[in-house]
């Protein structure tokens, strides 16, 4: 079974507090945007393959490690295991999402690990949150309200359809390191996650006055400002980094306006991508 798999934005990403266990609680709005990995997944006798296709624009910045350190890798392990089945799989990556983006890149690759195994075999699993904290969403895909470590998903209005810029330069982020950053925060300006959330289900078309991200006060990075400064002069109506970095989305109004600036940026040697919002996480191919 082969699937487009979708990555995701942050429209709002707060951290809240620290919990015990080192994690931290979020408060974000969620959003499944066009920009896919491919994941094809075999069953075979036994054992699980593992193989990736990764552009050299992308294995530079974050080497992908295509064994079974790979989430995907963990992903088809954990629902073999949970089901207690003895057969193996042969998964193939193709990877069109940025690593070290803040858009889920790897999350979204066991999403879809699961969900063909899934599909294939008629079985589920349950807390699928403990291969990453992203995975539950990215298992329903769409717009949603995200809190906890990513475990508490609250469906909201559907916001797909808004057309967007999504840029990268080539400094990644360590998310450890993000999450040390904020910590260490003195006084830091939140965004206003809940609001975001009602605009979304009352007014979505004044939604992007309340995009906003923490993690933009704790990991300052050169090509971040940069890309939001040419994404602002280009009309994006909002620009926001995703994630704890180093991604970035400008949200248009005009499909012209946004190709104007995706061309523009990958002028300056950056990753750069016209998509949109979308629905649902996954594609079948075939």
Do not use: W
């Not at 998903?153 to 993000?178: C, N, Q």
């Amino acid at each position: 079974m082969r699937v487009k798999t979708a990555a995701k934005i942050n429209l709002a990403l707060d951290v809240t507090g620290k919990l015990p266990n080192g994690y931290h609680d979020l408060e974000s709005v969620f959003q499944t945007v066009g920009l896919y990995d491919e994941v094809e997944v075999e069953l075979i006798n036994s054992g699980i393959e593992l193989s990736c296709d990764v552009p050299d624009e992308f294995a530079s910045s974050d080497p992908i490690p295509c064994d079974e350190r790979n989430i995907a890798y963990k992903a088809a392990k954990f629902f073999f295991e949970q089901n207690g089945m003895d057969c193996g799989c042969r998964i193939h990556i193709k990877k069109g999402i940025p690593s070290q983006a803040g858009m889920g890149g790897g999350s979204t690759d066991a999403a879809a690990v699961l969900y063909c195994l899934g599909r294939m075999t008629g079985k589920t699993v349950s807390n699928s949150e403990k291969l990453g904290a992203d995975v539950p969403f990215f298992l329903t895909g769409g717009t949603a309200y995200v809190e906890g470590i990513g475990e508490k998903i609250t469906p909201i209005a559907d916001y797909s359809g808004r057309i967007l810029v999504i840029a990268k330069g080539k400094e990644g982020v360590s998310t450890a390191e993000a999450y040390r950053n904020i910590d260490s925060l003195i006084a830091p300006a939140h965004p206003e996650t809940h609001k975001l959330a009602e605009a979304i289900n009352s007014a979505p078309d004044t939604a992007y006055k309340y995009f906003g991200n923490l993690f933009e006060q704790a990991v300052e990075l050169p090509e971040v400002e940069d890309i939001k400064s040419d994404m602002l002069k280009y009309c994006a109506r909002s620009a926001v980094m995703t994630g704890s970095g180093s991604a970035v989305f400008g949200l248009f109004e005009d499909t012209a306006q946004a190709a104007m600036c995706a061309e523009k940026l990958r002028e300056k040697g950056y990753f750069a991508c016209v998509c949109e919002t979308v629905a649902e996480s996954f594609i079948v191919i075939d």
